[in-house]
């Protein structure tokens, strides 16, 4: 029997499970744009500014570069459903491309689009895309206005 013949013999579904076993969670990273994780981070948001109105609402966020030299956006910012500010790497721990987002979704959570991996605000992952844990930052207001966010760097 041939390939075709035998495909057929499966059914329209079970072929396309053969013949397109990864297409939701084993990309070819050579096909994605792939970024480091942040290191190093330490930097402030001011709050007051227009790239930061969406911190007003909870559930809003915003993408920012944890080092204006790196020429992309890299870290989640977002006030969460309690009104608290956290923060993430926008670089996810499965594949490293750059799509991680606040959703309001489950109480708030990260999300990555590349492949749908999800993560608490600690940064546990939420099914099974990745074991590999969120990179999440510390952060804390230095005044009404300004707000810092950066890691605790390990002895
Ligand atoms: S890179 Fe695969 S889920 Fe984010």
Do not use: W
Not at 39 to 55: C, H, I, K, Q, Y
Not at 64 to 82: E, F, H, K, W
């Amino acid at each position: 029997m041939e390939r075709k013949d035998f495909l057929r013999s499966l059914g329209a579904g079970a072929a396309f499970a053969l013949t397109f076993p990864c297409l939701n969670g084993c990309s070819n990273s050579e096909d994605l744009e792939q970024f480091p994780e942040p290191d190093g981070v330490d930097f402030t948001v001011d709050l007051t500014s227009a790239e930061a109105t969406p911190l007003a609402t909870n559930g809003g966020f915003i993408l920012v570069s944890s080092n204006p030299s790196l020429g992309y956006t890299d870290i989640v910012v977002a006030r969460n459903l309690q009104g608290e500010l956290i923060a993430a790497s926008q670089i996810c721990s499965h594949q490293q491309t750059e799509e991680v987002r606040f959703i309001s979704e489950d109480g708030g959570i990260f999300r990555c689009s590349t492949h749908g991996s999800r993560f608490d605000q600690d940064g546990t992952p939420l099914n099974s895309v990745t074991s590999n844990p969120l990179r999440v930052f510390n952060t804390e207001l230095v005044d009404d206005n300004t707000l810092r966010v950066f890691e605790t760097l390990m002895a």
